[in-house]
């Protein structure tokens, strides 16, 4: 939810490691049985059963911080696959002329010049601006108080089932507050709605996630960085420039956490978006 500066030092990540299967975990080979006299023995009865993996680590995390918690089922349907033709370079192009919507302008951090516009099409609001990582949210291994200084344990938005986003899993945007500069939810902007980003050749569809300072723009998920090809560090990663948002007007994934879903009508409304006058 805060804005992360590039100038920060870096913050190491917590790093969890799982105890390795012991051997017996691993399927024996078949035996030939055309020469032996007794029948085969399963793998079962030689080595007994695959002993059991041990809970994550939580060592070297705040005693408030606890473990990870689990993806729901449908946190890890997997990454998305791009549908259709749409392409970065199209989509670059149809936001290349501004309409602007926005009262004033945006930072990008805290001390740059004010120089964003928040631009408007029929279907779509869109800006181009730097990519800051959020990592908010649930904490993980690799979000979480150790790893991001900022971070925070909530997200302006939930899963279906109530719990916070996860932002190692799900590629999210971060909007600016409401404020007299912009108010997200008048251009049919909302929790859930569905973004493009866009980034080099890259296109990433994500969910509207979280909410930051009402004067900055520029923010996106550990997994949207990671998709894109960008430093998905909290600390130390993201890019200064050259990521364009689009965000579809009257959008919504259900679930909210659903990548699969986040792909097939972000793709869907790129599409109309590149037809549209």
């Known amino acids: 939810m805060h804005h992360r500066s590039h100038l920060y030092a870096a913050v190491g990540a917590v790093l969890f ?13 078949a035996l030939d049985t055309t020469h032996l006299p007794p029948p085969p023995v399963s793998p079962t009865e030689a080595h007994g059963p695959p002993a059991a993996e041990g809970p994550p680590t939580t060592e070297g995390l705040p005693a408030d911080e606890g473990p990870p918690e689990s993806d729901g089922p449908t946190a890890t349907d997997g990454p998305p696959r791009l549908e259709g033709s749409v392409t970065a370079a199209a989509l670059r192009a149809k936001a290349g002329h501004c309409s602007r919507v926005s009262k004033g302008l945006y930072r990008t951090d805290r001390g ?4 964003v516009p928040v631009c ?3 279907g779509a609001v869109f800006w181009k ?28 938005f939930r899963q279906s ?25 008048a251009s049919g902007i909302r929790g859930g709605g569905v973004a493009a980003v866009v980034h080099e050749d890259r296109v990433e569809y994500a969910v509207v996630g979280d909410t930051g300072p009402a004067g900055l723009v520029g923010e996106a998920s ?8 960008i430093d998905p560090d909290p600390a130390r990663g993201g890019v200064p420039s050259g990521v364009t948002y ?7 994934v259900t679930p909210i956490e659903s990548r699969s879903s986040a792909v097939r009508l972000g793709s869907e409304l790129a599409r109309k978006f590149l037809q549209e006058d």
């Open 17 to 29: 490691t799982a105890s390795a299967l012991p051997a017996s975990a691993h399927p024996a080979r």
């Open 112 to 115: 740059r010049p004010a120089d």
């Open 120 to 122: 408007g099409g029929k």
């Open 129 to 156: 601006a730097d990519l800051d990582v959020d990592c908010d949210g649930r904490a993980t291994a690799r979000c979480n108080r150790r790893s991001d200084p900022w971070f925070q344990e909530d997200t302006a």
């Open 161 to 185: 089932d109530g719990r916070r986003l996860n932002a190692e899993e799900l590629p999210y945007v971060v909007v600016p507050a409401p404020s007299g500069t912009w108010n997200h939810t």
């Open 222 to 229: 550990y997994a949207a960085a990671r998709s894109l090809g």
């Open 246 to 252: 689009i965000l579809f007007k009257d959008s919504e």
